[in-house]
C-alpha cells in the first residue's frame, strides 16, 4: 500500500467513525428527554421493598409497581446484573446511571464484534469504520439505549457467545448463552449449533451456569416471584399461532378474516415486528395469501438450509480460515429465526448487528463471484430492515402520519428482515465451496 493510499485509508476510516459516533452522540442525546420502554415496566423487583424503601416509594416508579404488582417481569439475569440500581432512589437515577453505562457496553460489544471478524484477517481500517458506522446507525439500537431496555446486555452477551463459539471455546460460549437465555427464552435456539457438531463442552457450560445462575437468583431474590413457574405458558406462546399464547398477546378482536392464525393480528401496534405478525398484515391487505402457509413455508425451508449447511460443514469441512465463518453464520442463522419467527418488537432487532455486521465483513472483504450484487443487496437490506434509515420525525412529517406504524405494517421491515436470512443462509450453504481470498483493494 502507497503512503497516498494509506492516507486515504485513514482519512476515509476516520470519516466513517465519525459519521457513526454522531449517531451515536444523537442517541444518547434523546434518550435524556426520554427513557421509559418496556424496561420501566419491570422495575422495580419485590427486592427493592427491603433492600431500598426510598426507591420502592418514589413517585415516579409507582405506575412500574401497579403494572408489574411486585413481580419479576423477566429473567433472573436483568436483575442480577442490575442489582446494584436498588441503592438508587428514583426511577431518574437510575435511567441517568444506565444512561452512563450502556453506551460503555455498546462499545465494548462492538470492539468484541469487530475484533472475532478481524481475527486472522489483513488490517481493513475502512472496515472497522463501516462496521462502527453500521451498528451505531441502526435504529434498533438506538431505541434500546433510549429506553434503557437491558437488551443492551443481552446484544453484548450474544456477540461473546459468538466470538467464543467462533474460536472453540465452549465453555465460554455456552456461559454466555446461559446468561442470555435466563433473560429472554429464545436463546436456548442457539444451543442448536452446539449439538449440531456434537460440541458437549458448551451445552454442560450450559446446564452449570444455568444452574448457578438460578442458584443465586433464588438466594438473592426467591425464584417463586419470577414467571418461571409461567414457562411452559410463555414457550406455548412463543411456539403456537398468533390465536394462542395469552402471555403474550392480548386477547383482541379478531383483525385478518381469513383464518385462527391471524386472530389476534390488528393493524397499528407498531411496536411488533416479527414474521408471523408481519405476514398476517399481508394477507389482510391480499387475502389469496394465506399467512400460515407462507409462515411454515419459511420455517420448514429454512429449517432445512441451515441443516443442509451444518451437514455438508460437519462431513465435508472447510478450509481452516473458513471455520470462524462457518460459526459465524450459524449463530447468525439461528439469531435471525429465534428473533424473527417468535415475538419481538422493533428493538428487539438489535440483535441482527450480528449478522449484518458479518456479511458486510464478509462482501467487502473477500473476493467472491456476484460480489457487487451482494454487496448492493446487503444495502438494500440494511435500509430496509433499518426503517429506511431517513429519522422517524422527518419521515413522519412527509407522509402525514406516524412513521413506524407505516414502516411495520408496511411489510418493508419484513420485506428486509427475510432478505437478511436469505443473505446468511446462502453463504452458510455455500461455504464449504468457498476458498478463502482476501481482496487487495479493501483496505
Same mark, same amino acid.
Given at each position: 500500500m502507497s503512503e497516498t493510499s494509506g492516507r486515504t485509508s485513514r482519512a476515509t476510516a476516520a470519516l466513517l467513525f465519525g459519521m457513526g459516533g454522531l449517531f451515536f452522540a444523537?442517541?444518547?442525546?434523546r434518550a435524556m428527554a426520554y427513557s421509559a420502554g418496556d424496561f420501566y415496566n419491570t422495575l422495580p423487583g419485590e427486592y427493592?421493598?427491603?433492600?431500598?424503601?426510598?426507591?420502592?416509594n418514589s413517585p415516579d416508579l409507582q405506575p412500574a409497581i401497579a403494572y408489574s404488582n411486585g413481580a419479576y417481569l423477566y429473567g433472573p439475569t436483568q436483575y442480577l446484573t442490575l442489582f446494584p440500581i436498588v441503592f438508587l432512589d428514583s426511577y431518574r437515577s437510575i435511567a441517568i446511571a444506565l444512561l452512563v453505562v450502556y453506551p460503555i457496553v455498546l462499545l465494548a460489544a462492538w470492539y468484541v464484534l469487530w475484533r472475532m471478524l478481524a481475527a486472522g484477517e489483513p488490517k481493513h481500517p475502512i472496515v472497522s469504520g463501516a462496521v462502527f458506522v453500521t451498528m451505531f446507525a441502526f435504529l434498533p439500537l438506538a431505541q434500546t439505549l433510549i429506553q434503557r431496555e437491558f437488551e443492551v446486555v443481552g446484544f453484548f452477551l450474544l456477540i461473546v457467545a459468538c466470538a467464543a %463459539?467462533?474460536?472453540?471455546?465452549?465453555?465460554? @460460549?455456552?456461559a454466555a448463552l446461559a446468561a442470555l437465555a435466563w433473560f429472554k427464552y429464545w436463546p436456548v435456539v442457539l444451543l442448536g449449533a452446539f449439538v449440531v457438531h456434537w460440541r458437549w463442552r458448551g451445552l454442560a457450560a450450559f446446564v452449570v451456569a444455568s444452574a448457578l445462575l438460578l442458584g443465586a437468583a433464588h438466594v438473592t431474590f426467591g425464584l417463586e416471584h419470577f414467571r418461571i413457574g409461567e414457562t411452559t405458558s410463555i414457550v406455548q406462546g412463543l411456539l403456537r399461532p398468533l390465536g394462542g399464547g395469552e402471555k403474550l398477546y392480548a386477547v383482541i378482536e379478531r383483525g385478518a378474516a381469513k383464518s385462527d392464525f391471524c386472530r389476534q393480528w390488528i393493524w397499528g401496534r407498531a411496536t411488533q415486528a416479527e414474521i408471523r405478525?408481519?405476514?398476517?398484515?399481508? !394477507?389482510d391487505r391480499r387475502p389469496a395469501l394465506s399467512?400460515?402457509?407462507? %409462515?411454515?413455508? /419459511?420455517?420448514?425451508?429454512t429449517g432445512a438450509l441451515f441443516a443442509w449447511g451444518a451437514y455438508r460443514v !460437519? @462431513?465435508?469441512?472447510? !478450509?481452516?480460515?473458513l471455520t470462524k465463518w462457518a460459526a459465524i453464520w450459524e449463530l447468525s442463522i439461528l439469531t435471525i429465526a429465534g428473533v424473527a419467527f417468535l415475538h419481538a418488537h422493533y428493538y428487539y432487532y438489535i440483535v441482527f448487528l450480528l449478522p449484518l455486521s458479518a456479511l458486510l465483513y464478509w462482501y467487502v472483504t473477500s473476493a467472491q463471484p456476484?460480489?457487487?450484487?451482494?454487496?448492493? /443487496?446487503? /444495502?438494500a437490506t440494511y435500509v430496509l430492515v433499518n426503517a429506511l434509515i431517513v429519522p422517524t420525525t422527518w419521515l413522519t412529517t412527509w407522509l402525514k402520519r406516524d412513521a413506524m406504524d407505516f414502516y411495520l405494517n408496511s411489510s418493508l421491515c419484513l420485506l428486509g428482515t427475510l432478505m437478511l436470512l436469505g443473505l446468511v443462509l446462502w453463504e452458510f450453504s455455500t461455504l464449504p465451496l468457498a476458498r478463502r481470498s482476501v481482496a487487495r483493494t479493501a483496505a
Open positions: 444523537k442517541a444518547v442525546y427493592a421493598r427491603r433492600w431500598n424503601p426510598v426507591l420502592w %463459539f467462533a474460536r472453540g471455546r465452549d465453555t465460554a @460460549s455456552g405478525w408481519a405476514l398476517c398484515g399481508v !394477507e399467512a400460515k402457509a407462507i %409462515f411454515y413455508t /419459511l420455517i420448514i425451508v !460437519e @462431513s465435508h469441512g472447510v !478450509e481452516a480460515a456476484w460480489r457487487k450484487t451482494k454487496v448492493a /443487496l446487503w /444495502l
